[in-house]
């Protein structure tokens, strides 16, 4: 009886999963107030889960991204890879951008806990500096989000200099197994956003799902605008033509399947084939796009950078744009070590978060509100990517070609 449940559930997509743990919340918090406190412990221990896995998640990623890198490798893709970090860059400027012009407040546990926090630029740089020559291990205890990147990008340069194909195929086997633990984690999503929603609810009543709309509203606005703004300026500076056919190719014939498969990796198929689709060297693409599936992650630097400066707001920090434009470069370099599995993004946003001397405590509460969100969220975040790696892969191979007919 109990295999045949865990095979129904199995067969069952997690965002569906998701959406049936948001209606069950709601409708517990509204029609059965007396189980709130039962139903809440599966959120709080959703965010605990969380909590736990994700200092190790970041530090074993990124040191494992710095181990793999290749030494002189294929000059080809150079211009490929500055139009992917180029994009993430330019999509955390649009998240924050828009953020600053629509503030979003969320609904934290110990929101007003706020004395803390920095006063300007000027501090942000002292604590981060302070927080950079932390204990490693210190660091992985407390969940000390700045110094875990700076050491695990430390030493993994340091390996990469001396490391043997054996060791480096140990850290990359370490880090397909924290991310298939994530990806457990993440299984346990429905029951813990169940949990989250059916305590928020209960707690501020169903004015409390308005903030998260809200913040939806925001993050797919971003999402529209480097889709459809910023990534055919990049285009347009590259070809000299008009971007907007390429668009539109990649967004219906690479975006749409990802939407409803939620992961670029699932989708490296479809954009190689669309590659060779469009007449593009295999010799570059085969390379490019599934490279992009891990590093070309403009949706996950607005999603960081948009739930970041949420908790800020919500916490009454003040962010100015020198602190700002900080934000900015973290969220990019934290999208681009982000986990492949689906929701990957949100683990990162306590890694923003720590810049501005926010805890852990509430930016893996946010990271919660995230789940709540990513039944839509993830979705258009992933057909951003995915569709961006096919459109530089084609913007770079055909600026190359037309310098080479100038």
């Known amino acids: 009886m109990n295999s045949m449940i865990i095979s129904l559930i199995k067969r069952i997509p997690l965002i569906e999963q998701i959406a049936a743990g948001l209606v069950i919340g709601i409708i517990t918090a509204v029609f059965f107030p007396s189980a709130v406190p039962i139903f809440s412990i599966f959120g709080d221990v959703f965010v605990k889960a969380l909590k736990g896995v994700a200092p190790v998640l970041v530090f074993i990623l990124v040191m494992n991204a710095m181990l793999q890198r290749k030494k002189n490798g294929n000059t080809a893709m150079k211009p490929i890879i500055l139009l992917y970090i180029l994009s993430t860059f330019a999509s955390s400027l649009i998240g924050v951008g828009i953020s600053f012009l629509f503030p979003t407040r969320l609904l934290l546990k110990s929101a007003g806990q706020a004395a803390a926090a920095p006063s300007g630029i000027s501090e942000v740089l002292y604590n981060l500096i302070m927080n950079i020559v932390d204990n490693p291990v210190h660091a992985l205890e407390t969940a000390n989000y700045i110094s875990i990147l700076a050491w695990s990008i430390i030493i993994g340069m340091a390996l990469h200099t001396c490391a043997s194909d054996t ?181 990162l946003i306590p890694v923003a978060c720590a810049s501005f001397g926010i805890g852990n405590d509430i930016s893996m509460q946010v990271v919660g509100v995230g789940f709540i969100i990513s039944v839509l969220e993830d979705a258009c975040e992933t057909a951003l990517n995915s569709s961006s790696d096919v459109v530089f892969t084609a913007a770079a191979e055909w600026g190359a070609r037309r310098k080479h007919t100038a």
């Open 167 to 347: 060791t480096k195929k140990v850290f990359q086997e370490l880090s397909e197994g924290i991310t298939r633990v994530v990806t457990w984690v993440i299984h346990f999503a429905p029951l813990g956003i169940m949990g989250l929603v059916t305590e928020s609810v209960g707690a501020s009543g169903l004015s409390a799902l308005l903030g998260y709309a809200r913040l939806l509203v925001i993050l797919i606005a971003s999402y529209s605008m480097v889709a459809l703004i910023v990534n055919p300026i990049i285009v347009f500076i590259k070809i000299r033509r008009n971007p907007y056919p390429l668009i539109f190719t990649a967004l219906r014939e690479s975006g749409l399947y990802a939407f409803f498969t939620r992961s670029s990796a699932a989708n490296i198929p479809v954009n190689l084939a669309l590659c060779k689709k469009l007449g593009l060297n295999p010799d570059t693409y085969t390379i490019s796009i599934p490279l992009g599936a891990t590093v070309n992650t403009a949706g996950a630097a607005i999603t960081i950078s948009v739930l970041s400066l949420a908790a800020a707001y919500t916490l009454g920090v003040v962010v100015d744009f020198p602190t700002a434009f900080l934000l900015c470069i973290i969220s990019t370099i934290g999208a681009c070590g982000a986990s492949g599995v689906a929701g990957g993004s949100l683990l």
